[in-house]
């Protein structure tokens, strides 16, 4: 008899949205350890159950919650789960990620996973307590805001201690950029996997658990946690975070001229500075913390808006770095108040503030340009700068209505049917991420090139934090890197640390860990890491094997993106990255595109994928354990034909 697992549960729920049939799986520790959670676990049964070509928004798509072996064990940055799904936005692989305490609570419900298909007649959302699970009817809850939703289902179960990931009008609607929010703190919000939960009728999953999955050493969690407490709170760490979250860096970005404006044509914005975690906290608008599960850094902060009055929205949670951006600067707008406003709204409606932000910007631009009319939205003129403009295309993106319903659907269809596709900033069709490689980190643009998402940021830590001797570089030197690398090179060498950055984050999106507080640059290092899988799970592990993991969900990902079309002409940037940026700290500067090709293909062969083709080679997919992806008859080996 085997033992009982030490960190999960063992079970994943499988939940038929047409049948309302429920059903548990029960997978072997070999295959925990090989997928360990988010995009593993996600990723698995996407190329497993899910046939090429399915509609993102059609029944067929399979919509996955997912934790990890060590969720919801007691150490810093362990809250977050992952949705993964096929993307309405890219038509790609779909994952988003969200902190809080909505993954803790799904594991101490007694499932590491849950796995929805099908489409349910009419509204309704799951509800999971200490295993028992159950389908609700969700009429009342349809066209309710996410917050509302939230409070309503707590109060209808009778327990205020539940946790709720719901979707808004904007998920109901089918916006292709929909987000799911975790409460009033945290989104999964890209990739539109808030859409897939409309299309399925689904408005909201909630879960509570008392049962936590027992751990092998606790006594080790307890010593590492010491150590957290004891080093956190450092400048080489996370003080920024701890004091302003990521609305710290904006002034930091501005003074590099990296800080996104008018939709990405300059680096910097006059009266940027008022954007800044620091101004807000002395305006008394950034006014107190909220922490994740377990987790000391609470880098999540609360606003408060008390003027003018149109603009009055009371507590919300303070937006981080990317919503400012998106929906600050890029669109023009320098004021706290009306971005923390914009912010909130995306959040009661369930948008993706990145997305939302983008779409914005790139419609600004059209209309400046002629290609849009400015008087689009009525009254409201759209143009750079109009807090008025953002507001009214929230409402109606949200709601498909007027103007909103051609801004659904995304910059690069608007794109297209306007004629205006250098103007869309996005890449695979997503909206790109408010970090411009343009600014001190090229490393970005790579990573826009060949990540699966498209305009996804979080494929590696900056370029410029090590390209001086630091606390960032000497956390690298686990895995060889002892040498600055250059931030604005693309050569072999800045490639090749590429791969490794890459790896190490995608490890952590296989065991839903925080960046915020890991190696590379953050407190926990890579050994700690180490140390904590083993004092949760029991295994034996080392470095090795869990870089080889952070690889396997690279691969898979990719794979899926093969088997749905994608090809090697996928893997670019914008236009708008590759044109100089007009002001700031990094005028003139621009993405050289015969470069970055060089540097795409060079990435290819680091990663044992063929240089043309970007297919991963049989001989990689069996060293990582895919064999069954490498089959004579799979659809990768099609491809390689």
């Not at 090590?466 to 060889?480: D, I, T």
């Amino acid at each position: 008899m085997s033992r009982l697992p030490y960190g999960y549960n063992g079970q994943i729920l499988r939940i038929n949205l047409s049948t309302g049939e429920m059903t548990v799986e029960r997978q072997s520790e070999r295959w925990y350890r090989r997928y360990l959670g988010g995009r593993g676990i996600g990723a698995y049964y996407l190329l497993t159950g899910l046939k090429p070509g399915a509609d993102p928004l059609g029944e067929e798509n399979l919509l996955i919650f997912a934790a990890s072996v060590v969720t919801g064990a007691p150490f810093p940055g362990n809250a977050r789960a992952s949705v993964v799904a096929k993307s309405p936005l890219t038509g790609g692989f779909g994952e988003s990620e969200a902190g809080g305490f909505w993954g803790p609570e799904l594991k101490f419900s007694g499932y590491d996973a849950l796995l929805f298909e099908g489409k349910a007649d009419k509204p309704v959302y799951l509800y999971i307590q200490d295993g028992e699970a159950g389908l609700y009817d969700a009429a009342a809850l349809w066209g309710k805001t996410t917050s509302e939703t939230e409070k309503q289902i707590r109060a209808e179960q009778g327990d205020p201690k539940i946790q709720v990931a719901a979707i808004g009008p904007a998920g109901e609607n089918r916006v292709v950029y929909a987000a799911i929010m975790a409460g009033d703190y945290n989104s999964f919000g890209r990739m539109g996997l808030g859409a897939v939960m409309g299309s399925k009728n689904l408005k909201a999953v909630a879960v509570r658990g008392t049962a936590k999955p027992d751990l092998y050493n606790p006594e080790k969690i307890k010593e590492i946690n010491r150590w957290f407490a004891d080093n956190f709170n450092r400048p080489e760490t996370c003080a920024l975070f701890y004091s302003l979250g990521t609305a710290g860096g904006v002034t930091l970005y501005n003074e590099m001229g990296a800080l996104p404006s008018y939709n990405f044509q300059h680096g910097t914005i006059e009266g940027g500075e008022r954007l800044s975690g620091e101004h807000m906290k002395e305006e008394g608008l950034m006014i107190g913390k909220k922490r994740c599960y377990a987790c000391p850094v609470a880098c999540r902060k609360i606003a408060r808006v008390d003027a003018p009055e149109s603009l009055r929205t009371g507590e919300v949670h303070s937006p981080e770095y990317e919503t400012i951006a998106a929906l600050g600067s890029n669109c023009g707008i320098t004021d706290p108040r009306v971005v923390i406003k914009a912010a909130h709204l995306c959040n009661e409606y369930g948008l993706d503030t990145i997305s939302t932000g983008g779409v914005i910007a790139f419609a600004m631009e059209a209309a400046e340009k002629g290609l849009l009319p400015k008087d689009l939205l009525g009254s409201a003129p759209l143009q750079f700068g109009s807090s008025e403009a953002l507001f009214t295309c929230i409402d109606l993106i949200a709601h498909c209505k007027g103007a909103g319903e051609l801004m659904s659907r995304g910059a690069r269809q608007m794109a297209q049917e306007i004629g205006a596709a250098d103007l869309a900033v996005q890449g695979k069709g997503q909206e790109l991420a408010l970090q411009d490689p343009r600014g001190g980190k090229i490393g970005a643009a790579l990573g826009y090139a060949v990540s699966t998402h498209g305009g996804d940021h979080i494929e590696m830590e900056h370029d410029f934090q090590f390209a001086q001797r630091g606390h960032f570089l000497k956390s690298m030197e686990p895995l060889g890197v002892i040498e600055p690398v250059p931030a604005m090179s693309l050569d072999l060498e800045k490639v090749r640390f590429f791969v490794l950055n890459q790896k190490v984050w995608g490890l952590y999106n296989m065991l839903d860990i925080c960046i915020f507080v890991a190696a590379p640059g953050h407190t926990l290092s890579l050994s700690a890491i180490r140390d904590l899988v083993e004092a949760v799970t029991g295994w034996q592990t080392s470095l090795y094997e869990l870089m080889e993991a952070g690889e396997r969900g690279l691969v898979m990902a990719r794979i899926f993106n093969l088997q749905e079309g994608f090809t090697v002409e996928d893997d670019d940037i914008p236009q708008r990255i590759k044109e100089p940026l007009k002001s700031g700290a990094a005028a003139g500067c621009r993405v050289d595109p015969g470069r970055l090709k060089k540097a795409v293909h060079d990435y290819y062969g680091i990663m044992g994928w063929d240089e043309e083709t970007g297919v991963p080679y049989r001989g990689k997919l069996i060293s990582l354990g895919l064999e069954w992806l490498a089959a004579e008859e799979s659809a990768v080996e099609t491809l390689r034909r």
